[in-house]
């Protein structure tokens, strides 16, 4: 299976010190070259740990899908992965932030997010739970809403 990935579900994982998780969970990761340049800045948070593990994940959408990418408005991290999600007929897209999942949903794209990740690696015993996860990114500034955390921890069965 393989995953496209947008910046900032990729900035949390670095933030549990989980991004392992991904390589585990599927066969190919994939991230886009503009997705690359937004967390790869020096002296952001979590980087250098970031541009260690992207190494041979990285890729550019053709131009085709970006132009076709381009109509829905999005960022450009965000368009660039949904452009190689479409390019490579991928199976997943990770995704959090809501305009582009909303948007990802209106045009077919199967989407999973920090959420959807954790509870994976939970019910593939790669980790034991998804609170203490959860929790830490709460309290380090990243955006779960209420609801989501009790959705999540009810799928997680905690």
């Known amino acids: 299976m ?8 990729l900035i949390a994982l670095a933030k549990c010190d989980k991004l392992d998780i991904l390589d585990r969970l599927f066969k190919e990761v994939s991230i886009p070259v503009q ?4 967390f790869s ?3 952001k948070p979590e980087s250098a740990k970031m541009i260690t593990w ?3 994940k990285i890729d550019q959408p053709g131009d085709a899908a970006l132009l076709r990418a381009h109509t829905l408005s999005l960022g450009p991290g965000e368009t660039a992965a949904i452009a190689l999600y479409w390019e490579k007929s991928a199976d997943f897209l990770l995704i ?3 305009k582009g999942r909303r948007i ?5 794209i199967k989407i999973i997010g920090i959420a959807g990740i954790l509870i994976a690696a939970k019910n593939k015993g790669l980790i034991d739970e998804v609170k203490p996860f959860l929790d830490l990114l709460l309290h380090s500034s990243y955006y779960i809403s209420d609801s989501l ?3 999540a921890l009810k799928s997680a069965k905690e």
Do not use: F, K, M
């Not at 997705?35 to 937004?38: I, K």
């Not at 990802?104 to 077919?108: I, K, L, M, S, T």
């Open 2 to 9: 393989l995953i496209v990935c947008d910046s900032s579900p």
């Open 35 to 38: 997705v690359y340049r937004e």
């Open 41 to 43: 800045v020096s002296g």
């Open 104 to 108: 990802a949903a209106q045009n077919g």
């Open 149 to 151: 955390y009790r959705i």
């Open 96 to 98: 959090d932030e809501r």
């Open 54 to 56: 992207a190494q041979g």
